[in-house]
């Protein structure tokens, strides 16, 4: 028996995997532009009247389970790893803000959620 | 989840001071500027060179699969203040490459209990925060990691 058209189907899985390992290599940053944001997250001895340092660890740390079953349900959806990614880093970025000390409000707008391009 | 009779910050503590990156702090004494006392919690206004020892959060990494029990990694932050920038990364860097290097299942006696620190994981960079206050020219530096420990007895 002849099989015919098996390179085909072969450069085309091989098509696919070249584009799964691409999107794969998605990554997305979560974090704040205020130039003092670093000295306000890592200073524990500071008293906060609104919100509290390690505001955007604790809830990275705390909330493992969501993100990744974000990213899950996302990949289930047939989503890009990059968009997965992105609903994820949105949710962690709101999280985040919700801990985030408030005193002028300048770092609590400093929010933002990046996608890197590799 | 073990229980622990010392914070995890405090365990960590002794370990800074016996693997001698610091020393046990001894109220009214006057501190030569490589004594690095290490302090829990608080840190005092002096001396300049001092270290810290914080609880944060920690992260669960699964469970165990013969008894059930959630693999606990309890998060801690180091804080170094020295005289200068300089003298700050170096102390932070040293304890860095202690706390990498040399903890693997570390035994620990605190008074009559004792830890076993298996591990020390997830360490970030070190976090240069710049002077302590706009006028002071202490530096702080931060580092940021998690550990298991156990206590034993």
Known sequence: ?118 | MPILSNSPSDILRYLLISLTEGSLPIAGKLYAPTDWPVFNDVEPPLPDNCITTFDTTGTDDGRLMLTGEIVHHTGFQIRVRAQDKVTGWLKANAIQVSLTESVKRVSLTIGNRAYLIHCIAKMGDILSLGKESPTSKRNLFTINAVMMVEQVS
Request: glycine letters at 4%; proline letters at 2%.
């Open chain 1, 1 to 118: 028996m002849k099989i015919e058209g098996v390179s085909r189907v072969i450069e085309a899985l091989e098509a696919r995997i070249a584009q799964a390992i691409k999107s794969s290599k998605a990554s997305v940053t979560v974090g704040y532009t205020q130039n003092y944001a670093i000295f306000v997250h890592e200073d524990l001895v500071a008293h906060h009247t609104v919100g509290q340092a390690k505001f955007l660890e604790q809830p990275a740390r705390m909330h493992q389970d969501k993100f990744r079953k974000i990213v899950e349900d996302s990949l289930r959806r047939k989503l890009t790893m990059s968009q997965a990614l992105l609903l994820a880093g949105l949710a962690l970025q709101r999280e985040s803000q919700l801990l985030v000390p408030i005193d002028t409000g300048a770092l609590k707008a400093s929010a933002f959620t990046r996608v890197d391009i590799i």
